[in-house]
């Protein structure tokens, strides 16, 4: 193999992870979402006395359910930052393998060549701060925040 053919494939190798990667983050949010919705669910019918039996020890059950669903965003959200930088490296080396990878000086391959929303792989503006990342990092923190203040609601 030749230099050409090793950049090829650092390009191929890198392009494929990062779009693995993009599936493996929508598989983890559709996740997050029913757990969230398990959770909600849960606490929603505990709420409600629904179950009479569970109404009595209802207080620690929202406690513990509060606790989980805290713990449980905190940690969908370092997943995601981490799962995030992974990508971009990802990104960041298949650019790098573009750009060593030319022809008679003219770049055969200009996929990532322009500033590109990763899992679309389509040019965005500078300007375009709500990228489907951000949405799913704020929809993260804001969960965080629910369950702190409905764990505060059942403490106090």
């Known amino acids: 193999m030749n230099k050409k053919d090793l950049l ?9 992870l990062h779009r693995h990667e993009d599936t493996l983050v929508w598989a983890r949010f559709s996740h997050f ?6 959770l909600i669910s849960g606490l929603g019918l505990l709420q409600t006395s629904i179950l009479p039996s569970l109404y009595e020890r209802g207080t620690a059950i929202s406690i ?3 606790l989980f669903g805290i713990l449980t965003s905190v940690i969908f959200s370092l997943i995601f930052l981490k799962s995030k930088k992974y990508q971009q490296y990802r990104v960041e080396q298949a650019k790098e393998a573009e750009r060593a990878l030319a022809i008679d000086g003219e ?8 500033k590109l929303r990763e899992q679309e792989l389509v ?14 990092l704020v929809l993260s923190l804001f969960m965080t925040l629910i369950w702190l203040i ?5 403490i106090f």
């Open 8 to 16: 090829l494939e650092k390009w191929k190798l890198a392009s494929e």
């Open 33 to 38: 979402l029913t757990l969230m919705g398990i």
């Open 64 to 66: 513990a359910i509060s």
């Open 107 to 114: 770049q055969i391959l200009d996929v990532y060549k322009s």
């Open 123 to 136: 040019p965005i503006s500078s300007w375009s701060l709500f990228s489907t990342y951000t949405l799913i």
């Open 150 to 154: 409905l764990l505060f609601i059942f």
